[in-house]
T-cell receptor, first 115, second 113 residues
């Protein structure tokens, strides 16, 4: 399967703990996005990478959140000192270089539950 | 700032009926519009992408139209089947600087056998 993969699929943690999620985009997709989706809502943009450069961060991404994409391949999203309000589905998407198309392909998501 | 709305939030139709799903957006400078399907607890599956220069796209039983002047897109699903039951989301892409998507809240569809 050459789609976007995310790990873990589910994460349960206690308030105050740190968590890290990983996203592996489709091969040769240089653009990578993180979104957050709460129950019954549409996804909301968090951050965007082009290759290894993080080019945009939403105001939703507080200083407890950090994302990286070393070497322009996989990406990680870390949440420090988790709060109950961080409980959500975290979705990763990738798309090809701009001139090759704009369709975003999503992974299965990581569901975070903060107790 | 782009805002995307999907009404109704939920609908139920008998099997075989055509489905019409609505999506409205506030910024007519939209670069593209993408329709997705989401099954409960799962990620998003891309259905169709319409570029701003296009008026419609078709894939099998699915047809999506885009009218920038009125700020609307419509997804038609012909001859609905129980397997079409899911939440359908539309998202507007801004194009520049990464094509960030702004999503609507989705329409939850139930197709009754």
């Amino acid at each position: 399967d050459t789609g976007v993969s995310q790990n873990p699929r589910h994460k349960i943690t206690k308030r105050g703990q740190n968590v890290t999620f990983r996203c592996d985009p489709i091969s040769e997709h240089n653009r990578l996005y993180w979104y957050r989706q709460t129950l019954g809502q549409g996804p909301e943009f968090l951050t965007y990478f082009q290759n290894e450069a993080q080019l945009e961060k939403s105001r939703l991404l507080s200083d407890r959140f950090s994302a990286e994409r070393p070497k322009g391949s996989f990406s990680t999203l870390e949440i420090q000192r988790t709060e109950q309000g961080d409980s959500a589905m975290y979705l990763c998407a990738s798309s090809p270089p701009f001139r090759q198309g704009h369709e975003q392909f999503f992974g299965p998501g990581t569901r975070l539950t903060v107790l | 700032k782009q805002e995307v709305t999907q009404i109704p939030a939920a609908l139920s139709v008998p099997e075989g009926e055509n489905l019409v799903l609505n999506c409205s957006f506030t910024d007519s400078a939209i670069y593209n519009l993408q329709w997705f399907r989401q099954d409960p607890g799962k990620g998003l599956t891309s259905l169709l992408l319409i570029q701003s220069s296009q008026r419609e796209q078709t894939s099998g039983r699915l047809n999506a139209s885009l009218d920038k002047s009125s700020g609307r897109s419509t997804l038609y699903i012909a001859a609905s089947q129980p397997g079409d039951s899911a939440t359908y989301l539309c998202a507007g892409g801004r194009g520049a600087a990464g094509n960030k998507l702004t999503f609507g809240g989705g329409t939850r569809v139930l197709v009754k056998p």
